[in-house]
C-alpha cells in the first residue's frame, strides 16, 4: 500500500504519510501530561501505600526502625470489633449522600433551567457557594447553625419560637446533618452536568414537544431524562467513588464522634492523628488500601454492568 | 512533528531536573563557633502558654554573656514557635519535620512522648540516670525528685521538666449553698474528698439532687471534658486501676475497675447529670458555662483557671473566687484517698549535633524559679522547683499555692511507646459506653479484645 501510495505525486504523498504519522503519535503527546499526573499521583503512591500497610511502621518505629509484618495488618482488620461499624457507617454514608446529590442535582437543574435564564443562573451560582467555600468556614457556619443556645441559629430562630426542647442538633442527628453537609457540596457537581446536558437538547425539539401538547412534566420524563441517562450514571459513578474517600466535612464537623466515623476517616486517623502522638502509619496503610480496591472493584462494577465504553464512543446528545 | 516533540520534551526535563531538587535547604548543624541558631517548639499553646518557648530568648542572653565571661565569643539566637495547633496536629508536624531532618533543637511536648520519639531516634538521651542530669547543673538538683520520673524511659533521662498541673474536680459553692450546704459543710468538701469519706457516688447523689431542686438545669451536675484527654484516666484510678507494670515495662488493663469506670459514665448520664451526646461539644461553649457558674461540679485543669479568669468569666478573677471550690478527684471507693492526674510537659532535645552541652545549658537557663515561675502565674501551671514553693510571686498567688498540695496525691500516665493505642482503645469505650451504645461490661470484652489485638505481648489483663 505504502509502495503504492508513495508512487503517486511524491510531495502529496509524503505528505499524506507524514500526516499519517503525526495523526498517529498525537494521542501519546496529549495523554503523556495527565499519564504523568496519574502515575505520580496515584499508581506510586498506591505502591508506596501497599508496600507500608506490610509493616509495622509507626511514629515508634519511625520511617526507618520498621519491620516486615506481611499481612498483620490486614488480620488485625478483619479481627477488629469495630471493623463492621465503620464499613456500615460508610455504606449509609455512601448511599445517602450519593441520593441526595444526583436527586437534588437532577431537581436544582430542572428547575433552574425551567425558569428566566437569569434566574436560573443566580440560583445556580448560590449553589455552587458551598462548594467553593473553603471546608472548614463552611463547618464553622453549619456549627454555628446547629448550636444550642445562646449560639444556635436554629434554635432560636425556629426552635425556641416553637416551644420545643432547645439542644446542640449536631450530637443529636449527626449522620443527617454529615449528609447534609456533604449533600449541599455535592449536588452543585450534578446540577453543572444535568444543566449543560438538558441545555445541549435542540431547543426545536424541546419547544415543538410543547407545541404538540405535551405538559412540561411529560416533557421532563419523556424528553429530557431519556437524555439524561448518560450523564446521570457518569455522576453517579463519580460521586460514588468520590464519596468513598472523602472524610474531610465529617472530620471537621464531628470527627467521627456519634457513629460518624467512617472508613476514609479511620484510616486518617490512624496514620495521622493521635492525640498521644504515636501514629500507626501501617495500620493507616493498610486501611486505605483496603479502600482503594473497594473503589477500583466498584469502578470496574460500574463500567461494566452500566456500558460505560457506549459512552465514550459517540455523543449520545444527536440520537433520541 | 519535530516541534511537536521537542517542546514536549524540554517540558518533560525541565520538570524532571525540577524535582530533581529538594524543597527547602535542611537546617546546617551548628558547627560553626561564631553563632548558633536554635529553634525552640511547643504546640496546644494559647497567648497565655508563650513563655514556655519565650524563656529560652532570656535564657540565651544569659548563657551567652555566662561564655563571654569565659572568653567565648558567641552569639545565641532562640526561634520561639508557640504553636495553637491541638495536641494531634502538633505532634503530627514535629514526627514529620523530624524524619525530614527540620527538627527544632528544643521541642516542648508531654512527657508521654518520651517513649515513642526515643524509640524513633528523634530526641536524644539526656544524662544516663537522674543523679547524673542532677550534677550537670544547680538547677535541674532543684527539680521536684519525682518529677523527674516522667522523663526517664529504659534506664536514662530523656528531658528537663518544663511544668505540671493537677487536675481538680472544681464545684460551684454557691450552688452548693443553694442545695442547703452550710458554710462549713462546703469548707470540708476538698478534705473530705482526699480522705475518700466524699466519693463518685455522693457526687451523682448531690448533682442529682440539685437537678430535681431546679439548682441547675437537667444535664448540669456534672460535665467532665467534651474530648479526648488524660483526665478521663482519673476515675479508672478511682476505682483502683493501673496502666503500667514497671517490673515487666508492659500496660495493664484491670477489668474490673475499668467496667466500674464505664458504670459510672452511664450512670452520670442516666441520672441525668450530664448530657448523653456530650462527647463533642466545643471547648468555648464548656468553658463559658463552667466559668459562669452553670454547673454543679466539672472535672478540668488547674491551667484553666487565668483561662477562665481572662477570658471567660464576666467578673473576672473576682467572680471565680466569689463562685468556685477545688479538689482531688474524689475516689469511687469508700475510704479510698482522692487522687489527680498529673501531665508534666517536658523539654527534649532532637540532636546531639546541635552544640551539644550549649543546649543543656539554654535548658538549664529556662529552669530557673524566676523564668518558670513567669510561665507558672501567667498560664496557671505548677511549681517543679523545690525552691519555687517559697519564691515570693509563686508563694503569693492564691490558687497556685492552694492547689500546690495535690502533688502529694498525684500520679501520672505512664512512658510506654504503645500508650496511644492503649488510651485510645479504652476512651473509645468509655464513649461507647456513656452514650449507651453497649452497656459497661461489653464495651470492656471489646476493649480488651481490641487491646489484645493492637499491643499484643505489652498488655498484661488482670
Known amino acids: 500500500m505504502h509502495a503504492s501510495n508513495s508512487q503517486k505525486a511524491a510531495p502529496g504523498s509524503s505528505v499524506e504519510a507524514l500526516a499519517r504519522r503525526k495523526g498517529s503519535l498525537a494521542w501519546f503527546w496529549f495523554l503523556l501530561p495527565s499519564a504523568f499526573l496519574a502515575i505520580v499521583f496515584f499508581f506510586l503512591p498506591v505502591l508506596i501505600t501497599l508496600v507500608i500497610s506490610l509493616t509495622n511502621m509507626t511514629t515508634a518505629t519511625g520511617l526507618s526502625g520498621w519491620t516486615w509484618l506481611g499481612t498483620g495488618n490486614y488480620r488485625k482488620i478483619l479481627a477488629n470489633p469495630d471493623t463492621v461499624k465503620y464499613l456500615w457507617a460508610t455504606t449509609r454514608y455512601v448511599v445517602f449522600t450519593l441520593l441526595f446529590n444526583v436527586v437534588m442535582g437532577l431537581v436544582i437543574s430542572l428547575i ?63 449522620f443527617l446533618f ?15 452536568i444535568f444543566t449543560s446536558a438538558i441545555e445541549s437538547i435542540p431547543k426545536d425539539i424541546m419547544i415543538s414537544s410543547l407545541v404538540d401538547g405535551a405538559s412540561v412534566l411529560q416533557r421532563i420524563r419523556y424528553i429530557i431524562l431519556p437524555q439524561l441517562r448518560w450523564p446521570l450514571l457518569f455522576v453517579t459513578t463519580y460521586q ?12 471537621i464537623l464531628t470527627d467521627g464522634n456519634f457513629n460518624t466515623e467512617v472508613w476514609a476517616l479511620w484510616a486518617f486517623h490512624q496514620a495521622l492523628s493521635n492525640y498521644w502522638g504515636n501514629f500507626q502509619y501501617g495500620m493507616g496503610a493498610a486501611l486505605a488500601a483496603i479502600l482503594v480496591v473497594i473503589g477500583v472493584g466498584m469502578a470496574v462494577v460500574y463500567l461494566r454492568y452500566f456500558r460505560f465504553g457506549e459512552l465514550v464512543q459517540e455523543p449520545k446528545i444527536d440520537q433520541l | 512533528m519535530k516541534r511537536v516533540s521537542f517542546f514536549a520534551f524540554t517540558v518533560l526535563f525541565l520538570l524532571v531536573v525540577a524535582m530533581a531538587f529538594p524543597a527547602g535547604q535542611k537546617e546546617k548543624a551548628a558547627g560553626l563557633p561564631k553563632e548558633v541558631t ?43 514557635v508557640s504553636d495553637p495547633a491541638g495536641w494531634a496536629d502538633y505532634k503530627r508536624k514535629f514526627s514529620l519535620a523530624a524524619e525530614d531532618g527540620q527538627a527544632p533543637y528544643i521541642v516542648v511536648s508531654g512527657h508521654e512522648d518520651v517513649a515513642p520519639w526515643a524509640q524513633a531516634g528523634y530526641i536524644v538521651p539526656l544524662a544516663d540516670s537522674v543523679k547524673a542530669v542532677q550534677g550537670l547543673h544547680p538547677e535541674f538538683a532543684d527539680v521536684i525528685d519525682s518529677l523527674w520520673n516522667c522523663t526517664m524511659w529504659h534506664g536514662k533521662v530523656w528531658a528537663v521538666p518544663q511544668d505540671t498541673e493537677a487536675r481538680p474536680m472544681f464545684f460551684s459553692k454557691t450552688k452548693l449553698k443553694a442545695l442547703g450546704w452550710s458554710d462549713a ?56 486501676g493501673r496502666i503500667y507494670d514497671p517490673a515487666t515495662d508492659k500496660l495493664v488493663i484491670v477489668q474490673k475497675a475499668l467496667e466500674q469506670w464505664y458504670s459510672f459514665q452511664r450512670r452520670c448520664v442516666t441520672s441525668g447529670i450530664t448530657p448523653e451526646k456530650y462527647i463533642g461539644t466545643a471547648w468555648n461553649v464548656w468553658h463559658d458555662s463552667v466559668a459562669n457558674d452553670k454547673v454543679l461540679f466539672w472535672n478540668a485543669g488547674t491551667w484553666m483557671w487565668n483561662d477562665w479568669a481572662k477570658n471567660y468569666a ?3 478573677e473576682e467572680q471565680l473566687w466569689k463562685n468556685i471550690g477545688y479538689a ?45 515561675t513567669r510561665h507558672a502565674l501567667e498560664s496557671t501551671h505548677l511549681a517543679i522547683l523545690k525552691s519555687q514553693q517559697n519564691y515570693q510571686p509563686y508563694a503569693q498567688s492564691k490558687f497556685l499555692s492552694s492547689v500546690t498540695y ?33 452497656s459497661p461490661a461489653d464495651a470492656v470484652k471489646e476493649v480488651v479484645t481490641k487491646l489484645k489485638l493492637d499491643l499484643g505481648d505489652a498488655l498484661i489483663v488482670e
Not at chain 1, 240 to 251: D, N
Not at chain 2, 408 to 416: D, E, F, L, V
Request: with cysteine; glycine share 10%.
Open chain 2, 406 to 438: 495535690m502533688l502529694n496525691n498525684n500520679y501520672y500516665q505512664p512512658n510506654h511507646a504503645q500508650y496511644g493505642p492503649w488510651f485510645d482503645a479504652v476512651f473509645n469505650g468509655m464513649v461507647a459506653a456513656e452514650q449507651g451504645e453497649k
Open chain 2, 328 to 372: 482531688l478527684q474524689p475516689s469511687g471507693i469508700k475510704g479510698k484517698p482522692g487522687g489527680t492526674l498529673s501531665h508534666p510537659l517536658v523539654y527534649m532535645v532532637t540532636s546531639e549535633k546541635a552544640s551539644g552541652d550549649k543546649v543543656k545549658d539554654l535548658i538549664a537557663k529556662m529552669t530557673t524559679k524566676e523564668l518558670n
Open chain 2, 314 to 316: 464576666k467578673g473576672g
Open chain 2, 185 to 240: 459543710q462546703v469548707a470540708a468538701l476538698p478534705d473530705k474528698i482526699k480522705n475518700g469519706e466524699f466519693t463518685l457516688e455522693d457526687m451523682i447523689a448531690t448533682c442529682k439532687q440539685a437537678v430535681e431542686k431546679a439548682v441547675v438545669q437537667p444535664g448540669y451536675g456534672y460535665w467532665h471534658r467534651p474530648l479526648k484527654g488524660g483526665d478521663f484516666v482519673q476515675y479508672y484510678f478511682s476505682y483502683g
Open chain 1, 178 to 192: 454529615v449528609v447534609l453537609v456533604n449533600g449541599l457540596v455535592g449536588a452543585s457537581f450534578g446540577m453543572i
Open chain 1, 240 to 251: 460514588t467513588l468520590s464519596l468513598l474517600t472523602s472524610y474531610e466535612y465529617i472530620l
Open chain 1, 112 to 174: 433552574t433551567t425551567h425558569m428566566p435564564q437569569r434566574s436560573g443562573l443566580l440560583f445556580r451560582a448560590i449553589w455552587l457557594l458551598p462548594r467553593i467555600t473553603p471546608p472548614v468556614v463552611y463547618i464553622l457556619m453549619w456549627k454555628i447553625i446547629a448550636a444550642n443556645l445562646p449560639y444556635g441559629i436554629l434554635n432560636q430562630l425556629i426552635v425556641k419560637p416553637l416551644g420545643l426542647a432547645t439542644m446542640n442538633w449536631i450530637p443529636e442527628a449527626a
Open chain 2, 38 to 80: 536554635f529553634a525552640v517548639w511547643s504546640g496546644n499553646a494559647g497567648e497565655i502558654d508563650r513563655f514556655r518557648v519565650e524563656n529560652a530568648v532570656e535564657a540565651a542572653k544569659v548563657v551567652q554573656s555566662a561564655l563571654k565571661a569565659k572568653g567565648i565569643e558567641i552569639a545565641i539566637t532562640v526561634k520561639p
